[in-house]
């Protein structure tokens, strides 16, 4: 059983590697996981004039300044960081994954049905806003690991800066819903 566990954890290390891809991220800096097994972590590293700079990444909040935010689908891209493909199980950092629509219900990747999806989740939602500067509200579905159904409103600005704006419960029957892992390693 441990070293099924090794064997998983390090699967899952690897993708949170891979799945680490920011577009909006200065081309001088990528982001990187743990690939030790058992430690949780994304670091942000930048090149610099003095070498690199290696700085952990605890929430979005710590990319701000380090993205250019341009359109509705750069903030879409942006706020999924740490909530799909896999990448939630294994950041340690989100408390919170986004379910998408899949061909089949999928618990790393947390993907569901179409009949699942459209029983207690709605499409993401993006509106770019100019008052009284520019930024984005993105407001999409998150399940939490208690299994509650959340509809969730962030605003992400230009430079990164992000907060969540509103958190309203839609349901508590999430396990009810499909095969959904939502737990830390």
Sequence with gaps: MRALLVVLTLSLAARLDAGLVLSTLRPDCRLSG??????????LRCRTAAGVTVRP??????????????????????????????????????TFAEPLVGDR????????????????????????????????????????????????????????SWRIVSKRLRSRAGRQLGRWVISAM
């Design 34 to 43: 743990s690939n030790t097994p058992g430690e949780n972590g994304t670091d």
């Design 57 to 94: 990444i605890h929430s979005l909040v710590d990319l701000r300044g380090q993205v250019q935010i341009r359109s509705e689908a750069d903030a879409l891209e942006f706020v999924r960081l740490f909530t799909t493909r896999g990448v939630w199980l294994s950041s340690g950092i989100a």
């Design 105 to 160: 219900a999928d618990p790393i990747e947390f993907t569901v049905s179409k009949a699942v999806f459209s029983r207690c989740c709605a499409e993401p939602r993006v509106e770019r806003k100019s008052e009284p500067t520019t930024h984005f509200r993105v407001t999409r579905t998150l399940v939490d690991r208690g299994y509650r159904i959340f509809e969730v409103s962030e605003m992400v600005g230009p430079d990164g």
